[in-house]
């Protein structure tokens, strides 16, 4: 063989190697891989700066938290190995499990602790109460610290275990130090799983790998509680936009598990082949209308009870839900229907629609038919449905409405507008919150009534708070109990807001996934999948 | 002809300026609140002025413009208000899936529709050139979502050849980037390639009517040399200029086909942008997109020269 056959041979070579090379593509990695559509676009990294559930998500994957939840929200100690609370309730220690460890190898600390809780406390709702009881925290040693109280606070344990949004996950010293106004640059948690920065596309693809070095509890997974087993190698959060996509693409066996599948997609997605569709949510989604009371006429207590008597709960929940009873419930409390909270205290007006008594107590409003501006999001489904439900009934009742249809994103910067609705501002709006949310009068926001500084809509009730304040500091769970059914009689007399029902949604998944856990939080751990 | 390009190059500059103000006002003075996105639902109101402060947005609008645009001339198009990431490098990240849609897209429409605009032409009046102009106005009538959702029921769902969603770069396999890339490209590019046939059908059936034409046939040259040496050339002029703006159109149009067929594109970018408020990354690419508009613009308009001697610059 001569130098130039050689050549051409190599060269001949080189293309087939490139040919078949770029044919197939490189090989297969041999690991397990779910692929999981949340709901919504994934693409900021902070689960302090934001209250957007899609990070907390994320954040729930790679981050630790002291205490969970467990399936009866009940608190249980996680990162915590042991922990005591003095006779009079001021002095908690804490000391920590061994062998936790951040995702780059060092050691978690109580220096680490403190200084998230810290940076937590001065942005969360529930937090900054428990902040504003404590007088200091203390580092002891390495693995323990302690919280000193100025006055008792009944929900401390709560809050550091509370799954809803901002979670008080434990970061690095150097992070947690980060403004809470600021968003952390790295994310290095001591989760279950590692977050893989490399293969991060905001809004597209999140990555996480199994972390190797995690020391999960030994009790079984329960919520947020229990042992975070990993038991698959890598977890991707996708966002798929389109709804049919993302149905499809379940049933073709490219994605594993969608959070939120559109409701009309699910008797298809029942029908399929290897997907189930189950509701991992107990607690549901519960809606609700807000209404604005720093503008006429729901300035006027009248006008706003004349909206209970004119709303039908059961017809704006079926109208989010449709007819399947699994999916909805008509709850008449303003806390999630089967928490230890809930009641039916005070919800009468709310139940028992009657169109009569909404005209007369328009009337003794002074109402004139002025029109009443109600923000309508109509790209979130729920919303959409009910907002036209409701509007319905309530002009039924003898209000001029106008629904201004706009997306979610113009709505959450209408609603922030305090002045009258023809200046720019709202007398209304629809939305609903995850269940956990208002698991109890310290953490739901949309039961305060601290005037300026409630959520948006501004309802202002001195006897609200002052039940609130004693809420916090209750520690007996019956005198709790007692205390927040009274807060919620108060809620209906002084209409903080109209509950419309609970929604539920279920999931959908590929049979070969096993080990989902039942929670309000999409959650990965613990889950295993057939190859 | 470089006098030319050169002139051409430097009228853009006038234009972007325009379309930088035009944009950003259009933008800033829409309602929506991205400082509210970014807190979340969950979020009290002193918290969302804080998230404002913090990304400037509570500055007067001439500040921010000025602050934004100064930044664009010396080659910053800003970070992400959500993901905190370069707008430069969330493009970069993008523009693959994009341009290999729109790239498949077009040459998916050219190859289709100039053959069948010719044929059309060449057999006008008969069935087939009938069968062309049917094929022309679904084409052109059917949205592209729902074309999309029928190629990936038939395909993905039932027949099972082509996978339901996703992109592959061409990097990792020819085979898997053409089983990803190929029902969107046939989605987008159905209906370029409607307007493609018909722009062709009409010219060819101009030039086919010249006297020229009339010669060439009489001299005893065959139809297929008439048709593709002579009369093609001779009508490709309006099909270039069909081209240059289908592939400019095309840029907007794979907004629907990323969404559909989940393509981590620069059209799912920038409509998550506008969605969320997210004002650099809305500018950054609109910017880019004039740019790109402007040059494509500037090639259809040089290859006049190329097509028909007679054009000089």
Redesign the interface.
Known sequence: MNTKMLKQVIIVFCLAAALIFGLTGPGAVAETVIRVNLDSAHKQLDPIWTTAYIVRSHAFLVYDTLFGLDKDFKVQPQMVDRYSISDDGLLYTFTLRDGLKWHDGTAVTSKDCVASIKRWGAKDGLGKQLMAAAEKLEIVDNKTFKLKLKYSFGMTLLALAKITSNVPFMMKEEQALTSPDEQVKDVIGSGPFKFVKEEFQPGLKSVYIKNEDYVPRKEPASNTAGGKVAKVDRVEIVWIPDANTVTNALIAGEIDFIQIPHSDHLPRLQEAKAVKVENFDPLGLQCLLRLNHTQPPFDNPKARQAVLWATNVEMAVRAAAGNDPHLFNVCPSMYPCGSFFASDVGSKPLMQQDFAKAKQLLKEAGYKGEKIVILHATDDYIINMQTLVTGQNLRKAGFNLELQAMDWSTLVGRRAIKKPASEGGWNAFQTWFNGPDFLNPAEHMAISADCDKSWFGWPCDEQIEKLRTAFGKETDPQKQKEIAVAIQKRAFEVVTYVPLGTVYQPSAYRSELDGLVKSSVPIFWNVSKKK | MWAYIIRRLLATIPVAGVVAVFVFLLLHLA????A?????????????E??RA?LGLDEPIYNQFGKWISNVLQGDLGD?I????PVTK?IA?RIEPTLSLATTSILIAIFIAVPLGVIAAWKAGTWIDYSVMLFAVFGFSIPVFVIG?LL??GF??QI?IF????F?SIT?????FLRRITLPSIALGLIYAALIARITRASMLEVLAQDYVRTAHAKGLSSRVVLLRHALKNASVPIVTIIGVGISLLIGGVVVTE????I?GLG??V??AV???DYPVIQGIILMFSGVYLLINLIVDISYSFLDPRIHY
């Not at chain 2, 509210?36 to 918290?47: F, K, L, Q, R, T």
């Not at chain 2, 990792?172 to 898997?176: A, F």
Request: glycine share 8%; charged share 20%.
């Open positions: 309602p929506g609140d991205p509210a996105v970014i807190a979340g639902s969950s979020a009290m109101p002193e918290d969302v804080r998230i913090k992400s959500f993901s905190d990431m969330l990240q959702y990936m029921y993905s769902i099972q996978p339901v969603q996703g592959v990792e396999g020819i085979i898997p969404s559909v067929f989940n981590p799912r970018l409509v998550d969605l969320q408020r």
